[in-house]
């Protein structure tokens, strides 16, 4: 039996305004945290369930690489729609 541990540490999550801005100091640190919890869970496109993206710098949005869906990095998350 393989006993050994993956890296399964999960970020503390922020629970007061002072601790938040502390994190996410800038709107980059955001984004990047939500892009590497993204990356955890995997891709999937809401118009035609492909699993697979680009990053589009130029929009801040995943393009779905089957049907070229702009994908907002807040989708799926309490910031979706905001």
Known sequence: ???????T???????TLPEFL???SREQDCRN??????????F???ACNNDKAWWN??????KCTKCAELVPLTTG???DGS
Not at 9 to 15: A, H, K, Y
Not at 57 to 62: A, L
């Open 1 to 7: 039996m393989n006993t050994a541990k993956t890296n």
């Open 9 to 15: 540490v999960s970020p503390v999550i922020p629970t």
């Open 22 to 24: 502390a994190r996410f």
């Open 33 to 42: 945290y939500l892009m590497r919890q993204q990356s955890k869970a995997g």
């Open 44 to 46: 999937h496109c809401p």
């Open 57 to 62: 710098d130029h929009s801040g949005n995943w």
């Open 77 to 79: 998350t309490p910031m």
